[in-house]
């Protein structure tokens, strides 16, 4: 199902959780005060818009309850601006709020002024690096919580030739396949129940940490 996101600021990690998520087929709405970084990704999201998304009006006219998620990747050194957002996009019935911090302390600012999830990339990028030197499948990994991550892995031996009602994963271990990229570079997301899983598919999907590594798929 196709879902819409909001991304305000669109740094080198905001463009790319953008880009990601419009990889997986669902609508993206960027925002940044800088011409050229909306220039950047003008062509590969479905709106960017120059603007300051610390003025209230500007988020109200954007419907911010119509979003799936509010992503806030404002540069640590603008902390305010990414606080003031943060406050802003609650009182307007966000959804879901995911802002990014560059430390402990303007992670635990932010959660208390209304995010539901911290991010702090350069921490999660070194998890990445050391994940991906370990695993041989595995392509991208986002832990969300401590109990809960999403993966993006190259196809399981347990999935290959199986699909999702054969599988049952959800219902059996709590685990939902959000898309599958196939060697044809079709998205499916999510795939059709009918869809038998091929070996050289990348499978994006979320789970409890313990199933996921009981099933084997964050140690390949």
């Known amino acids: 199902m196709k879902k819409q996101f909001l991304v305000i600021g669109l740094g080198r990690f905001g463009a790319n959780v953008a880009r990601t998520l419009t990889k997986f087929g669902h609508s993206v709405v960027g925002i940044d005060q800088s011409e050229d970084r909306i220039q950047r990704v003008a062509e590969e999201i479905s709106d960017a818009i120059k603007c300051d998304a610390t003025d209230a009006e500007i988020l109200d006219s954007l419907d911010i309850p119509n979003f799936e998620a509010v992503i806030v990747a404002i540069g640590e050194k603008y902390i305010q601006n990414s606080i003031l957002v943060t406050l802003i996009s609650k009182e307007k019935g966000a959804k879901k709020i995911i802002a ?4 402990q302390t303007q992670g635990r600012v932010l959660s208390r002024v209304g995010a539901d999830v911290i991010v702090y ?4 990028m070194g998890e990445r690096v050391a994940r ?5 499948k595995m392509i991208d990994f986002l832990e969300i919580s401590p109990q809960i991550s999403i993966i993006e892995i190259i196809t399981p031996k347990i999935l290959v030739g199986k699909n999702l009602t054969e599988l049952n994963l959800r219902h059996k271990h709590g685990i939902t396949i959000i898309s599958v990229k196939t ?23 979320i789970g409890d940490n313990t199933q996921l590594k009981k099933l ?5």
């Open 100 to 103: 990014k911090a560059g430390t």
């Open 121 to 124: 990339p350069e921490k999660d």
């Open 132 to 136: 991906s030197l370990i695993s041989s």
């Open 183 to 205: 060697n044809k570079n079709e998205i499916k997301s999510p795939p059709d129940i009918t869809y038998r899983f091929q070996p050289d598919d990348i499978v994006a999907l």
């Open 216 to 220: 084997g798929f964050t140690e390949q």
